[in-house]
């Protein structure tokens, strides 16, 4: 069996793997959630001083802390930056790292770098407020289903602008087993040059019949695939 450490995406936190976690446990395995620091039930962290790096420390940490070996690592959107320098760091702890729908970055890059359209507008707020975070997005855009939305919306909250701004700092990848899913469901566009680079590099890539909270919305059939692609 195998031990699972997943990893939200902006304006998310531990909560939304929960059910997903549910099914990987029923199933014998091992596996847990972190909140990323300035989110979620951590939101009374939120400060500029919160950056990538203060995410990435985050999931080693936990990781560490788990005493498990071997893990499978899943990153879910802007938790691919985070999982993929955690991953680089961790060595042999990590056997098996998995993005789902998620940036993929390369050393240098930070997430705005797979959104420049966004740069101008966030640069502006920032310099403007210091108090200024990202405010997240309705639910209804990550494929939510109407019976969710308002319970995912209210625990969505602010991702600490930092985050986006600061470069990654990426050790070569050593990890033996990398999977890249993308959820058909979701627009495309910004994961472009995330799902071409891990094609490209000979990632085992699975397309799922999702949209991007497939955490939320799909969670048997997720648990399903990284499970398979763990074993």
């Not at 990987?24 to 039930?41: F, M, N, P, Q």
């Not at 210091?130 to 319970?151: K, T």
């Not at 040059?193 to 891990?198: C, I, P, Q, T």
């Amino acid at each position: 069996m195998t031990a699972f450490v997943l990893i939200h995406g902006a304006w998310h936190g531990a909560w939304c793997w929960q059910r997903v976690i549910d099914h990987l446990r029923a199933a014998g395995h091992d596996a847990g959630a972190l909140t990323l620091s300035g989110l979620a039930e951590r939101a009374d962290l939120l400060s500029r001083q919160i950056d990538l790096s203060a995410h990435i420390e985050d999931v080693i940490a936990h990781v560490r802390a788990s005493g498990w070996k071997a893990i499978t690592m899943v990153g879910h959107s802007y938790g691919g930056f985070p999982a993929t320098a955690a991953a680089a760091r961790l060595g042999d702890l990590v056997s098996h790292l998995v993005l789902l729908d998620a940036f993929l970055p390369q050393d240098g890059e930070k997430l705005l770098d797979h959104a420049p359209h966004l740069i101008e507008a966030y640069t502006a707020h920032a310099s403007r407020d210091e108090n200024w975070h990202i405010p997240p997005l309705p639910s209804v855009n990550f494929g939510v289903a109407d019976a969710d939305r308002a319970w995912v919306d209210e625990r969505l909250t602010a991702q600490p602008v930092g985050t986006y701004f600061e470069p990654i700092r990426l050790p070569p990848l050593s990890v033996p087993d990398r999977t890249y899913i993308r959820c058909t469901q979701a627009p495309g566009a910004l994961l472009e040059r995330s799902a071409f680079r891990a094609r490209a590099d000979g990632w085992r890539y699975v397309e799922i019949d999702a949209p991007h909270d497939a955490m939320l919305t799909h969670p048997e059939l997720l648990a399903a695939v990284i499970a398979d692609g763990a074993s």
